[in-house]
């Protein structure tokens, strides 16, 4: 069993910046493979970054790319989204989510999740 916890959420204007961070227990994190992904009001939940287990390899949405950065630390147990450039259309819940494997899933295949930190960005 592992357990995630996101903080690092609130509300921020546009062109500002948050770092989310998920901090994980439970299981050796070294193990997981990590994933950010959010879900606006009335839409689906979509794929925002990813990070291999080791933090070698990451990806990022299209939507995102040049502005959020996904990094991790194995001995703290964290993963972490640094969201730059924010834009009203970058809010929405945003999920941390672990997944045995050595590389992350865009399609939401992942064995454990957390519970969500509000990010709000006005106009």
């Known amino acids: 069993q592992v357990q995630l916890v996101e903080s690092g959420g609130g509300f921020m204007q546009a062109g500002g910046s948050l770092r989310l961070s998920c901090a994980a227990s439970g299981r050796t994190f070294s193990n997981y493979a990590m994933g950010w992904f959010r879900q606006a009001p009335g839409k689906e939940r979509e794929f925002v970054a990813g990070i291999s287990r080791s933090g070698g390899i990451t990806n990022t949405a299209d939507s995102v790319k040049g502005r959020f950065t996904i990094s991790r630390d194995n001995a703290k147990n964290t993963v972490y989204l640094q969201m730059n450039s924010l834009k009203p259309e970058d809010t929405a819940v945003y999920y941390c989510?672990?997944?045995?494997?050595?590389?992350?899933?865009?399609?939401?295949?992942?064995?454990?999740w957390g519970q969500g930190t509000q990010v709000t960005v006005s106009s």
């Open positions: 989510a672990a997944r045995r494997s050595g590389m992350w899933s865009v399609s939401g295949e992942y064995d454990y």
